[in-house]
């Protein structure tokens, strides 16, 4: 499976890079996921988001599982020829220019499609956060006159109670 290439080489086997695609491919399925789930966000779509939020979770468990396959095999590789550092930026040094090359645009890519994984999910995640809060306080401002929670100052005027809306956009 790994051989020895001359001039003390490591030559990785060709499946590796297989599952390195593999990777690529999940991370860009992720990334049409978040797409999807950004515009059923948009248009308050509730049974696409829960179907989304599923896939979301079965795509990052194979994202991970094949994280694990990849560090594990690395590590491998490096025990098998007592390299000094494992994880793929470890084994670029010990590999065939070819091969190095290819490993180092397979990581770049690999490491842009995470950053922006990171990037569009935190994105998702708030403006979901803020849609949350700002339906939040129109509902406390619809049912706020029905509630008889007020209470009163020592002056005698009337004090907002602890769920009135936080913030009130002045166009409202």
């Avoid at 060709?14 to 491919?25: E, S, Y």
């Avoid at 939020?53 to 994202?63: A, G």
């Amino acid at each position: 499976m790994i051989t020895e290439h001359r001039n003390n080489k490591v030559t990785i086997p060709p499946d590796f890079f297989g599952l390195l695609a593999k990777q690529t491919q999940n991370c860009e399925e992720m990334l049409v996921l978040l797409s999807d789930e950004k515009k059923a966000l948009m248009i308050m779509d509730t049974s696409a988001l829960l179907s989304l939020s599923r896939m979301k979770e079965q795509q990052l468990s194979l994202i991970q599982a094949l994280d694990g396959t990849l560090t594990k095999t690395a590590e491998n590789i490096a025990q098998t020829f007592d390299l000094p550092a494992a994880g793929l930026s470890g084994l670029a040094p010990h590999l065939p220019p070819e091969e190095a090359k290819k490993l180092s645009r397979v990581r770049k890519e690999l490491l842009h499609l995470q950053e922006e994984i990171l990037s569009r999910n935190l994105l998702n995640k708030k403006f979901a956060q803020e849609t949350k809060n700002f339906l939040g306080d129109a509902i406390s401002l619809i049912t706020g006159a029905m509630r008889q929670d007020q209470g009163y100052t020592t002056r005698g005027l009337n004090r907002s109670s602890k769920n009135q809306p936080s913030f009130i956009s002045r166009e409202v």
